[in-house]
């Protein structure tokens, strides 16, 4: 076997997350259909980015690009709107 898969616990796997996750996790279901259309739109990194911290929420631009490249991947949690 090859180095990562012998260092890999099967029972310890946890889902991949980052912290565009943990804000979307913290929004009560009205907030988080909001910016989950945000995120999902068409609208740049860098304004959602502003746009949150206009509520007092810091996600930099670089985390929502790659919470936005996980999810085409398929990758990470999977939010319903």
């Known amino acids: ?12 796997v946890r889902p ?3 912290k565009v996750d943990g804000v979307l996790h913290e929004l009560d279901d009205a907030d988080r259909a909001v910016v989950l259309g945000w995120l999902r739109g068409p609208v740049g990194s ?4 502003d746009d949150l911290a206009d509520y007092g929420i810091i996600v ?4 929502i690009d790659r919470w936005r ?3 085409r991947r398929g990758r990470g949690v999977q939010w319903a709107a």
């Open 46 to 49: 860098r304004v959602i980015s």
């Open 16 to 18: 991949w997350a980052n």
């Open 69 to 71: 490249r996980a999810q």
């Open 60 to 63: 930099s631009s670089d985390s």
């Open 1 to 12: 076997m090859g180095r990562i898969a012998d260092e890999v616990k099967r029972d310890d």
